[in-house]
């Protein structure tokens, strides 16, 4: 016998709509009342409803969690008008040394600018007040410098569930985000 999972998702498509953060199943499952078991199968009917041609959201993982996005055709076209409220471009330097933090993590102030060839203390600033990066902890090294890594933050904005689904590197890109032994 298949269960009729139509209000089950319904409700947490209302939930995931008026939630702004990423939410797991077992937060899913408290706020709805509904058991994990259900929970999981109403996500899974809710994403196979939502990927019918006349919906114009889906359900994705981000961050650990789930969220309702528009389909990634759909944004392509809409992000210029829609992204983030008042949010800059980020520039190719920014760029730089969040993919350097991101493949290298992690890693400190200092190893960027190995990396790079310049000082990163602006961009690290930049990074950190968007929240894509975050202090990790601090190296076992003399000064003990600040280790970064990525933030949800991070996965959120490029569309990621998690760090794993980084683009692979070609082995001349993964050269470029290896350290040498001196830092």
Request: include cysteine; glycine fraction near 8%.
């Amino acid at each position: 016998m298949e269960l009729n999972l139509d209000s089950e998702a319904a409700l947490l498509q209302a939930i995931l709509f008026l939630e702004s953060e990423p939410m797991d199943e077992g937060a899913l499952s408290r706020i709805s009342g509904l058991g994990k078991d259900v929970t999981e199968a109403a996500l899974e009917h809710l994403k196979d409803v939502l990927a019918g041609p006349c919906h114009g959201l889906e359900l994705t993982r981000m961050g650990g969690g789930w969220m309702l996005a528009p389909k990634q055709d759909l944004w392509a076209m809409l992000k210029d008008r829609y992204g983030r409220k008042n949010e800059q471009k980020i520039s190719r330097a920014a760029m730089e040394t969040l993919s350097i933090v991101a493949y290298s993590q992690p890693v400190t102030r200092a190893e960027v600018e190995s990396i790079r060839g310049v000082a990163a203390d602006n961009m690290i600033r930049f990074l950190l007040e968007k929240e894509f990066i975050k202090e990790v902890g601090k190296k076992d090294s003399p000064g003990k410098p600040i280790q970064y890594g990525t933030t949800r933050e991070f996965l959120k904005f490029f569309r990621l569930s998690s760090i794993a689904e980084l683009p692979k590197l070609d082995e001349l890109d993964r050269e470029r985000f290896e350290l040498d032994g001196s830092q």
